[in-house]
């Protein structure tokens, strides 16, 4: 229906918690790690979406605050494609989320890498349109 928001592929995205309940620097803390399906390229593209950049800006927050942690941006896909194909979109994409903070944010580039993983690690079923959205995802991992 008219207004409604969809995803790459067309469909309805399901519903997203509001980014001010959110608490990105918590996850860090408490987890080690802050995982997302919140952040939107255009399909088969690294595009990054403007309906990201708040969730994005919040990241570059927190990571601002905290310069000696050094963090890798991890990139994964659905099994949707050729397994090639989604390796490399995985790079690009975590590529363009690190460029992203890295030019919109006080934070030493050397201290964000970015990887790709494809396919390799879902996290759920592959085989539902749920699985499939919650493996879409970036991973940001602290690694010191």
């Not at 408490?30 to 995982?35: E, L, R």
Request: overall charge negative.
């Amino acid at each position: 229906p008219p207004g409604t928001i969809v995803d790459e592929r067309g469909c309805p995205r399901r519903e997203r918690r509001p980014i001010q309940e959110i608490n990105v620097e918590q996850d860090f803390v408490d987890k080690g790690v802050f995982i997302t399906n919140d952040i939107f390229f255009e399909f088969n593209s690294e595009e990054i979406t403007p309906d990201s950049y708040n969730l994005l800006d919040k990241i570059g927050q927190v990571l601002e605050k905290h310069p000696g942690w050094v963090i890798e941006i991890a990139g994964h896909t659905d099994s949707i494609g050729t397994e090639n194909y989604n390796q490399k979109l995985s790079e690009r994409r975590a590529k363009a989320v690190k460029n992203y903070i890295a030019a919109n944010f006080n934070v030493v580039p050397s201290n964000l890498t970015a990887q790709g993983y494809g396919e390799s690690m879902p996290i759920a079923d592959n085989g539902t349109q749920e699985g499939r959205a919650k493996n879409r995802r970036v991973e940001f991992k602290k690694i010191k």
